[in-house]
């Protein structure tokens, strides 16, 4: 087993930025920047937090997963939006070589770096957030905690840290796997078929954005919640 832990933490979906170059591919489309398919709001304020918390390397991207969604693998159909995906290969590539590669491969690589040390495990925390309705559906969770079960240290720290939430928390709904499948593809999917169970765990926190609405105290007391709650778990 790993002697020591070392944490990543990593946003994909920080922001709803769109570089100047691609700007005119939007026009007509700028209300969906800033709606919930532009960007996850709050995701990369408690990134920015749990790095702080951890002493964690912390990755983000403030670019718009509508121009290439960084928690998509090469090769899926959402990988591009309905914006971009019709866009010519030339274009197509260029996203990906400027704005999709360089963000991943630094988190990989950052990754196996500290794996490669001595006794050395990894602890990836992948933060997004959730809208509370999709396709009129209403999502009954305020925090989701993803992992694979087949993976028993993921499985086990979000037993854990589900426990602690609920203890703190009795009137919040924390859920496992939900609203998605920690199985389904992302980067902490990919990143499980690089790295072994023992020396990688790959969590994907999944925040109601109900809660980042709900004016600014309230904010900052459930990002303290989760802060509070990961720090008694992992210790």
């Known amino acids: 087993m790993a002697s020591t832990t070392h944490f990543v933490i990593s946003c994909e979906h920080g922001g709803n930025r769109i570089p100047t170059q691609y700007r005119h591919l939007f026009h007509g489309s700028e209300v969906l920047l800033y709606s919930h398919r ?4 709050g995701a990369l304020r408690m990134a920015r937090d749990l790095a702080q918390l951890l002493h964690a390397s912390l990755f983000v991207s403030t670019t718009s997963r509508l121009l290439i969604d960084l928690n998509r693998s090469i090769g899926h159909p959402q990988l591009f939006s309905d914006v971009t995906k019709n866009t010519s290969a030339t274009i197509r590539r260029e996203i990906l070589v400027r704005y ?5 491969n630094q988190v990989e690589r950052t990754i196996a770096e500290v794996i490669n040390r001595k006794n050395s495990q990894v602890i990836h925390i992948s933060s997004h957030s959730f809208t509370p309705v999709l396709d009129g559906e ?3 969770a305020d925090i989701g905690l ?3 079960p087949s993976r028993l240290g993921e499985r086990d720290l979000c037993y854990r840290w589900q ?3 609920k203890a703190k928390a009795p ?3 924390i859920r496992r796997n939900y609203p998605y499948a920690g199985k389904a593809d992302g980067l902490t999917a990919y990143l499980r078929r690089q790295f072994p169970a023992e020396v990688y765990l790959g969590i994907e926190l999944e925040i109601n954005q109900k809660h980042v609405a709900n004016g600014r105290q309230h904010w900052q007391a459930l990002r303290h919640l989760v802060l509070q ?3 008694d778990v992992v210790g």
């Open 38 to 41: 532009g960007y996850d709001r």
């Open 100 to 104: 999709y590669l360089p963000y991943r």
């Open 138 to 140: 209403v999502r009954h």
């Open 146 to 148: 993803l992992y694979d």
């Open 163 to 165: 426990a602690c939430l």
């Open 171 to 173: 009137d919040l709904t």
């Open 229 to 231: 709650t990961l720090h």
